[in-house]
């Protein structure tokens, strides 16, 4: 299937091209850094975490939010999924891809990442971390790449791959539980330290994976005629909807009950996020607005419905759950540190180019997954 992968007119190439040109520049940055280490970032001793992790915490939910489609279809047999399914598993495919890049990156040397198993420990996250992603990756290769393999052959996937399917639905619950454990076993900071995390991770993740989804088969149907299926775009619309909605609910929980209980070591995270004078406020308060729009946009039937519509409302989605989780969420748990000291964090040019480098490498190879598919299902005349 890989042969149809590199076939394409000019306009593929040419986007192809543009990708490995940004992968390129940005590996140039990725050098520099190698050089003089984690220096070129904006990060610092108090804020030892920066846009490359926070876009690892955000990659995960996209991830993770594959398994709203691979829910329905393996285990209700939710017949309208069928032919967009596969698009969620290469999804998130390409979103660990990434993930696994940015770790790389924030570790400063490629090497480091050895000592997570040449020191393996089962009571550190990290360790448990490496499991979970690297197993969700496998699960989603050989699911993804199975289903598709049998369909063009025309016979019903083997029964293997069934098993495998409904092993990664729990297992899509544990790469975003795991990843907030990484926050929430960090007592020193407060504003990770609360039950509700893991949850609130879940929610944004089963609102911005299937959103971003809904854009690409958009896309999919524009650039290349696939259609995935007004009824599949709908039910996934829906449940953006009350993902986003269970979202902000648990927002508004964990502002309650920080304010309520008046601890000012949880509530000073927050002031600086939405009324201090830092870099993040206007971004934090653009995250809310855009959330609760797209809530009111999708309650709607009539803007819910409207598939013309429908992919902008969800770039607000992903944008809003973009702004709060990839951008707010990190920096906002390190300002201020423990001793209420202000040291404000924005990342390099340096940083957003190797970033982008890896974004673009996501886009690849979500590009030639997405190649494969539409490649098969023309040739099996389900198109």
């Keep these: 299937?890989?042969?149809?992968?590199?076939?394409?007119?000019?306009?593929?190439?040419?986007?192809?091209?543009?990708?490995?040109?940004?992968?390129?520049?940005?590996?140039?940055?990725?050098?520099?850094?190698?050089?003089?280490?984690?220096?070129?970032?904006?990060?610092?001793?108090?804020?030892?975490?920066?846009?490359?992790?926070?876009?690892?915490?955000?990659?995960?939910?996209?991830?993770?939010?594959?398994?709203?489609?691979?829910?329905?279809?393996?285990l209700h047999d939710y017949k309208a999924f069928g032919r967009i399914t596969v698009l969620g598993e290469f999804l998130a495919i390409a979103s660990i891809i990434m993930c696994l890049l940015f770790i790389i990156a924030d570790m400063g040397f490629p090497s480091r990442l050895m000592n997570v198993i040449w020191h393996a420990s089962p009571d550190s996250m990290l360790f448990w971390d490496m499991i979970v992603l690297n197993g969700y990756l496998l699960l989603n290769i050989l699911v993804g790449w199975n289903v598709l393999e049998a369909e063009r052959n025309g016979v019903p996937a083997k029964k293997w791959v069934k098993i495998l399917a409904l092993i990664s639905i729990p297992w899509a619950f544990g790469i975003h539980t795991v990843t907030a454990y990484l926050y929430c076993g960090l007592p020193g900071r407060g504003f990770w330290l609360s039950a509700i995390i893991a949850p609130r991770f879940l929610a944004s993740a089963f609102a911005a994976g299937p959103a971003f989804l809904i854009i690409l088969a958009t896309i999919l149907k524009k650039t290349t005629g696939f259609d995935s299926g007004d009824k599949a775009l709908r039910t996934l619309s829906k449940i953006v909807c009350y993902a986003l909605i269970a979202n902000v609910f648990f927002f508004i929980c964990e502002v309650f009950v920080v304010f309520y209980s008046q601890n000012p070591e949880h509530m000073d995270h927050f002031i600086y996020l939405f009324w201090g004078t830092g870099n993040l406020v206007p971004f934090?308060?653009?995250?809310?607005?855009?959330m609760v729009t797209g809530i009111v946009l999708l309650l709607i039937p009539k803007y819910r419905n409207n598939l013309s519509l429908l992919p902008w409302i969800c770039g607000i989605v992903f944008i809003g759950t973009w702004l709060d989780k990839g951008l707010g969420f990190v920096t906002g748990g390190f300002v201020p540190?423990?001793?209420?000291?202000?040291?404000?964090?924005?990342?390099?040019?340096?940083?957003?180019?190797?970033?982008?480098?890896?974004?673009?490498?996501?886009?690849?190879?979500?590009?030639l997954l997405f190649k494969m598919v539409v490649g098969v299902k023309k040739e099996v005349g389900d198109y």
């Design 284 to 290: 934090m308060w653009a995250s809310m607005i855009l």
């Design 1 to 74: 299937m890989l042969e149809k992968a590199i076939k394409g007119s000019s306009k593929y190439w040419i986007w192809i091209a543009s990708l490995l040109l940004v992968i390129g520049v940005a590996g140039l940055a990725w050098m520099k850094q190698l050089d003089q280490g984690l220096v070129i970032t904006g990060m610092s001793r108090d804020v030892t975490w920066g846009f490359y992790i926070a876009q690892f915490t955000f990659l995960v939910g996209v991830a993770a939010g594959g398994v709203m489609l691979v829910l329905p279809y393996y």
């Design 337 to 367: 540190n423990p001793l209420h000291e202000y040291t404000e964090y924005a990342p390099t040019a340096l940083e957003l180019v190797i970033s982008m480098g890896i974004f673009a490498t996501g886009f690849l190879v979500l590009t």
